[in-house]
Structures are given as structure tokens and as C-alpha cells.
């Protein structure tokens, strides 16, 4: 069982529509991180939230931490077919031990 | 730069090999950490360490060693091989805490053992 349940586990949309994934869990984290990473590399950190309840944007992209720290949410607005990847979303449970979820695989067709 | 460096790209066992996985970062990071990734689980830390002479254990440390005599250098040995531990390798390292600093990763390293 994941720390860190993902969903969808796959999503594949059109060029220009919005999307929503989701990272939850029965845990409080003291900060969570969105990574996405590309086939062949390590994953690339797209940012960290540590407030409940916090909103952070970059460029079309929006992330929230829930207010209770269990869960987080990534929200793509006019999807582009460079945002196709694995989001990965992490917890800091402790301060250094990192639970990764298993991931949302996009697909953003032209 | 270089940033974090992972040797090989590519690698292929047979049950009971042993074997070195190298990783060295070049941004005087104190926190280094190993994960594997497999399909369906996302990446799961193996071992970490916050500093030289420093290591401890992650969530699926089993078959793995680490040490940590510089900075730079987090090399991850497998002393007997077997294909469970079949996967992808990702070193990364951060200045602070993985939580709160940034972590850069490695290209990985991927490990087949038949």
C-alpha cells in the first residue's frame, strides 16, 4: 500500500484542455513536492508546499496543499503537448526519509 | 557543473554478482540519497546519509550498503545480487533537507539481474 495514493494513474488529453491530478494520503506531511519527470531521467522538482492550505502557480500550472497537510492537487490549465510527463508527488513524513507516490502518467496529444 | 553524476547508464547481473553503483554530485550538497524505482510504486528510498561518515536507512534498504566518505561520493553496493532488486537506480542529493531543499537527481542508472 502507497504512503501516497495518485490518481488517475494515467490521463491522456488534447492539446489546450484542463486537468487535474491528485496525491492523497491518511498522513500529515510537514511539506509536499510535485516532480515530473521524463522518460530516460531522474525527476525534476516543479515545487515544494509546506502551509495548509497553501497555493503556489508556475506559468499554467497550480498546485494546493490541503488544509489538514494529507493531500495536494496539480492543476494544468490549457495542457500543451510539453507538459507530457510522470507527476510524481512526495512527502516529507519526518524531515528525511521522502515517500513518492507511484505517479500520473500525461499524455497531451497535438 | 555537472550536478549529480550516476555510473553506469546500464548494467546486467547474474544472481549472487556484486557490484558498485557510483554517484557523485559537484554542488557541495550535505544530503545524499539513493532510490529505486520500479513500475506501479514510484521511487522508495533505500538509504540516505546527511553528511560524510553519516548514513542510515531508508524504507527498502535490504541487499544494499552504503557509505559515505566525502561529500561528493555516495556509492551503493549490492553484495549478492538477485532479480528482485531488477529496477532503476536514482541518486540524488540536496544543500538541506530533502523536504525542504531542493533535490536534484541523478540520470539513473538501470540495473537488470537475471
Known amino acids: 500500500t502507497q504512503l501516497l495514493e495518485q490518481s488517475p494513474q494515467f490521463l491522456s488529453i488534447q492539446e489546450g484542455e484542463n486537468l487535474t491530478v491528485y496525491c492523497n494520503s491518511s498522513?500529515?506531511?510537514?511539506?509536499l513536492q510535485w516532480y515530473r519527470q521524463e522518460p530516460g531521467e531522474g525527476p525534476v522538482l516543479l515545487v515544494t508546499v509546506v502551509t495548509g492550505g497553501e497555493v503556489k502557480k508556475l506559468k499554467r500550472l497550480t498546485f494546493q496543499f490541503g488544509d489538514a497537510r494529507k493531500d495536494s492537487s496539480l492543476h494544468i490549465t490549457a495542457a500543451q503537448p510539453g507538459d507530457t510527463g510522470l507527476y510524481l508527488c512526495a512527502g516529507d513524513a519526518r524531515g528525511d526519509d521522502m515517500r513518492f507516490g507511484a505517479g500520473t502518467r500525461l499524455t497531451v496529444k497535438p | 557543473n555537472a550536478g549529480v553524476t550516476q555510473t553506469p547508464k546500464f548494467q546486467v547481473l547474474k544472481t549472487g554478482q556484486s557490484m558498485t553503483l557510483q554517484c557523485a554530485q559537484d554542488?557541495?550538497?550535505?544530503?545524499m540519497s539513493w532510490y529505486r524505482q520500479d513500475p506501479g510504486m514510484g521511487l522508495r528510498l533505500i538509504h540516505y546519509?546527511?553528511?560524510?561518515?553519516?548514513?542510515d536507512q531508508g524504507e527498502v534498504p535490504n541487499g544494499y550498503n552504503v557509505s559515505r566518505s566525502t561529500t561528493e561520493d555516495f556509492p551503493l553496493r549490492l553484495l549478492s545480487a538477485a532479480p528482485s532488486q531488477t529496477s532503476v537506480y536514482f541518486c540524488a542529493s540536496s544543500r538541506g533537507l530533502a523536504g525542504v531543499d531542493t533535490q536534484y537527481f541523478g540520470p539513473g542508472t538501470r540495473l537488470t539481474v537475471l
Open positions: 554542488m557541495n550538497h550535505e544530503y
Open positions: 546519509s546527511v553528511g560524510a561518515g553519516i548514513t
Open positions: 498522513s500529515v506531511f510537514s511539506s
